[in-house]
């Protein structure tokens, strides 16, 4: 599954991951692949992301970018504000405050 990761300034982050967790307003929640289609608003919390590392190596031919690989571990985790996630056929759209 893809994942893009966005804030009003920039995208941060972009590649794909095999899990996410997500503080939801009614409590954390994860997503793998194939999830059911959501949107789903986020509170305050930290977001947990699992990377697919072996897929973050290569080029994006759909969109014909380079993906992203911020993190050096399998796993990494960040805070938010609050925010968005989208997800729809294996794409995590995650609009972040």
């Known amino acids: 599954m893809v994942i893009e990761v966005i804030t009003p300034d920039k995208l941060l982050y972009k590649g794909h991951i095999d899990s996410i967790v997500l503080p939801g307003v009614d409590g954390s929640f994860g997503m793998w692949e ?23 190596k290569s080029f994006d031919g759909l969109s014909g970018e380079f993906l992203v690989n911020l993190a050096k571990d399998e796993s990494f985790e960040f805070d938010i504000n ?14 972040a405050n």
């Open 34 to 56: 194939n999830h059911a289609p959501i949107i789903s608003a986020l509170t305050k919390g930290t977001v947990k992301v699992k990377q697919a590392t072996d897929k973050n």
């Open 82 to 95: 609050g925010g968005v996630v989208e997800v729809q056929n294996n794409k995590v759209t995650l609009l």
